[in-house]
């Protein structure tokens, strides 16, 4: 049977780029996915670009084409990425401007818009599907809506021989998926194999969390060489099946226990995995190894597509500020706690309205609050955190902090302090019919 090799660039957009250039180098890819898009980066991305309309896109978009473009060229590996974030039609062009910098001519570089549905939700206010009310509550204070789209448009410029395809919002598996139905032809209404591409991508779509990076605990589940940790690829068979591996010799683990890990990661219901393209049926799944840091994929399913599509609405939703400083030695905690205590109190003084507010001794109940053990703690730091209507109201609260440095308690040090916007994440459902992408091609 026929096979297509995918490999996983990236899992977020912050991500190493050196096991994409070993996947681009060793890997003998057809393919290679970067997915560098979590729910509110878009929404920060949107806030860029009203700054800069040249701006909105990945900010390591160039870095990383800089590092992998000569090596895909020369391996005929195309490239499929949602690091258009806010503006794919800035980064196409970024694309082509390293290409021709790096002197590859003809590359042909495709992308999606679409999926900006800011005007759509303004004008239908959908009810919100994780707070109580609907779009219209937040007003003015939206400030992006992006729509989660299928494979069609990516199928659309791999037809149309792109060999690099930029989008905005995408369903996260939709990345993989697309290179799929378009190397196999898969039909829009082939429910099985569609729910199939959506597991693979599920599986990939994190990257080093596959091959055992946010897997690793030490002494619980031990993974060897996390700093050189590779990234994985599939061997994808028309069927929908597929096996997973990563370049050999390289950093982690690849295994069942890693595959099953990562296929129940931000999966509320592993029957019905609803994405822009079908609803995933993860529950037929089988795992089997293959060889050391090589595991089989069998089953998986799904059903046909609903007829919304999620949108994340980026909204405007006040100010954190946010202070910390450090105590140590004998007492440290208890030092920590009066400061928290004291800027607490010189707030309420000021009169400064916090709609929030979280006080952390980080080293003791900051992430924990469960159970402590016996012993005092010697090396502590006290964080305070609140959300505001106003900057100058969240400087406030940093400023306190810093203030504790010399009015007490004693044996303060570090003090550090900041204040920014809060752009806050909302989903909705948009009819799909009201949700028109399209494809756009240029190049180098």
């Known amino acids: 049977m026929r096979t297509i090799r995918i490999g996983a660039g990236s899992g977020f957009g912050g991500d190493r780029i050196e096991p994409a250039v070993e996947l681009a180098e060793k890997g003998e890819l057809d393919y290679l996915v970067f997915e560098c898009l979590a729910e509110r980066t878009i929404a920060l991305a949107q806030q860029a670009r009203l700054q800069d309309p040249d701006a909105g896109y990945d900010k390591r978009l160039e870095e990383r084409m800089e590092r992998v473009l000569p090596l895909c060229r020369q391996n005929g590996i195309r490239i499929v990425s949602n690091m258009g974030a806010a503006n794919p039609a800035a980064a196409a062009k970024a694309v082509a401007a390293v290409a021709r910098r790096l002197g590859l001519r003809g590359l042909r570089i495709a992308y999606v818009l679409g ?28 400030v992006s809506a992006n729509a989660y789209l299928g494979i069609e448009p990516i199928v659309a410029g791999l037809d149309g021989g792109a060999d690099i395809v930029i989008t905005g919002r995408v369903g996260d598996p939709a990345l993989f998926t697309a290179p799929l139905a378009h190397e196999f032809g898969w039909v829009p209404d082939d429910w099985t194999r569609l729910g199939r591409g959506a597991l693979i991508g599920h599986l990939l779509e994190c990257a080093g969390q596959l091959t055992g990076g946010y897997f690793a605990d030490p002494g619980a589940k031990d993974v060897a060489g996390l700093a050189r940790l590779g990234f994985p690829f599939a061997d994808v068979g028309e069927d929908g099946s597929a096996v997973f591996g990563k370049v050999a010799g390289s950093g982690g683990e690849l295994s069942i226990r890693t595959c099953k890990e990562q296929l129940l990661y931000e999966v509320h219901d592993p029957a019905r995995y609803i994405q822009p393209d079908v609803v995933a049926d993860f529950t037929s799944a089988r795992f089997a190894q293959d060889g050391p840091d090589r595991v089989r994929l069998s089953g998986g399913g799904g059903t046909p597509r609903t007829g919304s599509l999620k949108a994340t609405i980026g909204y405007r939703d006040g100010f954190i500020g946010e202070g910390q400083i450090s105590y140590a030695g004998a007492g440290a905690e208890r030092r920590a706690r009066l400061a928290l205590e004291i800027v607490v109190e010189r707030l309420r003084l000021l009169g400064v309205p916090i709609r929030d507010l979280q006080l952390d001794v980080i080293g003791v109940d900051s992430v924990y609050a469960g159970p402590r053990g016996p012993g005092e703690a010697m090396d502590v730091r006290a964080r305070i955190a609140g959300r505001t209507a106003t900057l100058p109201d969240a400087q406030r609260i940093g400023r306190e902090i810093e203030a504790v440095w010399i009015n007490g308690p004693a044996g303060g040090g570090g003090a550090t302090w900041a204040a920014r916007e809060v752009i806050a994440a909302a989903s909705a459902l948009i009819p799909r019919e009201r949700v028109r992408p399209t494809l756009h091609m240029l190049e180098s």
């Open 115 to 142: 999926d900006d549905v800011l005007d759509e939700v303004r004008a239908s206010a959908p009810p919100l599907l994780d707070a109580p009310g609907s779009a219209a509550e937040l007003g003015e204070r939206i």
